[in-house]
């Protein structure tokens, strides 16, 4: 995979701690958002190109382009997926991602909090730990102040 390549699941996908934290502690320069909803809807598409700052460039794309999107130049990109399906389908198309930072996910039946505003489900935690063993370092962080906690520790029955 060519340039810098960051994962971050967040079910708001850009908005303020991502445009105000992460963006500039990674030293992020393009956005792409891997959703297959919002990546067809062409209202959605505009709001979040609108909702980075001027001098990022932003993709809304589904998970199956992917590899063709972000294959085609260097530069330090922040891959935002707004479910743990997203990022796992995307790695299943043949993402290449070293780390997946899991920053928010609402709570909803079934779900339990790991962190911060990190809920996950029994579905979402079998994914994960499938990533896991796929060699992907899953780890739950909201801000760039919190340290990580790694899905290992967490579940050590992998």
Not at 64 to 80: H, Q, Y
């Amino acid at each position: 995979m060519a340039g810098k390549l960051k994962a971050r699941v967040d079910h708001r996908l850009i908005h303020g701690q991502v445009t105000a934290g992460w963006l500039h502690e990674w030293d992020i320069t393009r956005i792409v958002i891997i959703d297959t909803p919002t990546s067809r809807d062409a209202f959605l598409r505009e709001v979040y190109m609108m909702a980075a700052p001027p001098e990022i460039e932003v993709s809304v794309i589904a998970p199956m382009e992917a590899i063709s999107i972000l294959g085609e130049r260097e530069v330090s990109t922040l891959v935002l997926f707004k479910d743990v399906a997203h990022a796992s389908a995307a790695v299943d198309e043949g993402l290449d991602i070293a780390e997946l930072q899991v920053g928010c996910l609402p709570a909803r039946p079934g779900s339990e909090r790991i962190c911060g505003s990190v809920f996950v489900d029994d579905r979402d935690k079998a994914m994960l730990r499938r990533l896991v063993q796929r060699g992907i370092k899953v780890f739950f962080q909201t801000l760039p102040k919190d340290a990580p906690i790694l899905f290992d520790e967490l579940w050590r029955e992998l």
